[in-house]
């Protein structure tokens, strides 16, 4: 059973850093993009950091959402089933429940979003 797993968050003061680590579990053939998004109350989802999957000569490519660059970091380990977001200092605008999402190819070569189940990050100031 395909599965994303999110460990991290919690409640932080302002200027404060938190990390965000989310584990796939499952059948899959390929990652295509691993990424994180945020959902504030009253507010839409939104992007917070991606990374892209490119061929060996091109590389990975990993964007940011305007509010978070320079501030937040996306990186993924060897295996590429674990990622994870490194959140420097946090405002309390940062406040938001985090959800890791990931398009993959399964095992039947069909291409598949899968999302996790939400950590709750607070920012006080």
């Known amino acids: 059973q395909v599965q994303l797993v999110e460990s991290g968050g919690g409640s932080v003061r302002s200027g404060g850093s938190l990390r965000l680590s989310c584990t796939f579990s499952g059948g899959l053939r390929y990652i295509n993009t691993m990424g994180w998004y945020r959902q504030s109350p009253g507010a839409a989802r939104e992007l917070v950091a991606q990374i892209v999957s490119g061929d060996a000569s091109s590389g990975d490519t990993s964007t940011y959402g305007d509010s978070v660059k320079g501030r937040f970091t996306i990186s993924t380990d060897n295996a590429r089933k674990t990622w994870s977001l490194q959140m420097e200092r946090l405002g309390p605008e940062d406040t938001a429940v985090y959800y890791c999402?990931?398009?993959?190819?399964?095992?039947?070569?069909?291409?598949?979003?899968?999302w996790g189940q939400g950590t709750q990050v607070t920012v006080s100031s």
């Open positions: 999402m990931a398009n993959v190819i399964v095992l039947d070569w069909s291409r598949r979003d899968y």
